[in-house]
């Protein structure tokens, strides 16, 4: 009988059954399925806790009914200890409502004994289900905290920070921004770039076509204040992708007078 090979993958099993002759058909089949096999047995409630707890498995397999104890049960228990673990049921008999209930209760799947040839292929597609759910989790936490990250940076800078699209359109506003241009931050996002930026600087055109060649551009132009004021800053800009969406930019501004009298007051502080 031929199975898909696993790639001699090390697999750790606990295998929840009191029958001694299914338990050895099983491992020689799951070896011949190409494991690196380590599988320990368990009859009772007792031990199956004890191994659960002190040893770490790849998959759990149970036998649906054992004397004074049952998959339900194993399910729980595994559940409660470590619900990462997956879950196959493994039964000489067992009703469809039985089986869907398992499933609604967190098994990952269920292989009559009468219909082995299945369960390599049963295992090997809960181990990867399991690996993608705990990989979506990792992704899911580190996108959090970046978000997390960025929120505080975007929130807290002293430095003006804008996110926008690449042709001007602005999505947010940090609040040293708002006091920037003296506008709010829906102020800001109706009025876009053209409503902050002297668009007749010619060095604006020259950074706006070096960030597209480049990806991103530093340069020095004139800013406009709601009061119609005009003031040099020092602006850096990215271009990022976010999943699934456009293109987005990154825009800094640093007030550059801001800058001059800062480099002063240190001058003269170190002069003292």
Not at 141 to 162: N, P, T
Not at 224 to 243: C, L, Q, W
Request: charged residues 30%; aromatic residues 8%; proline residues 2%.
């Amino acid at each position: 009988m031929e199975h898909e090979n696993s790639g001699d993958m090390v697999l750790n099993v606990l295998y929840l059954e009191d029958s001694v002759r299914d338990f050895e058909i099983i491992r020689e089949l799951l070896a011949d399925a190409g494991y690196d096999l380590h599988m320990d047995r368990v009859a009772t409630e007792k031990e199956f806790v004890s191994m659960l707890k002190n040893n770490s498995y790849d998959v759990i397999l149970a036998d649906f009914k054992l004397p004074g104890f049952d998959a339900f049960s194993a399910l729980e228990l595994s559940k409660n200890i470590n619900p990462a673990i997956p879950f196959v049921c493994v039964s000489g008999a067992i009703g469809e409502e039985t089986a869907i209930q398992l499933i609604k209760r967190g098994a990952d799947d269920y292989v009559l004994k009468d219909r082995l040839a299945r369960l390599p292929v049963s295992v090997k597609q809960a181990i990867d289900h399991m690996k993608d759910t705990q990989e979506r989790m990792r992704l899911d936490r580190a996108l959090r905290e970046s978000e997390e990250k960025y929120r505080s940076i975007f929130d807290y800078s002293h430095d003006a920070i804008l996110l926008t699209a690449t042709d001007g359109s602005i999505f947010e506003a940090n609040q040293a921004a708002c006091n920037m241009f003296g506008r709010s931050v829906d102020e800001i996002r109706a009025l876009g770039r053209r409503g902050l930026v002297d668009e007749t600087d010619p060095r604006l055109h020259a950074a706006l076509k070096e960030r597209a060649d480049k990806g991103q551009a530093s340069a020095e132009f004139t800013m406009i204040r709601a009061n119609g004021d005009r003031f040099p800053a020092e602006v850096t800009s990215s271009i990022f992708a976010e999943a699934g969406e456009q293109q987005r930019t990154i825009i800094v501004i640093f007030f550059i007078m801001n800058r001059q009298e800062t480099q002063e007051a240190l001058k003269v502080s170190e002069f003292w």
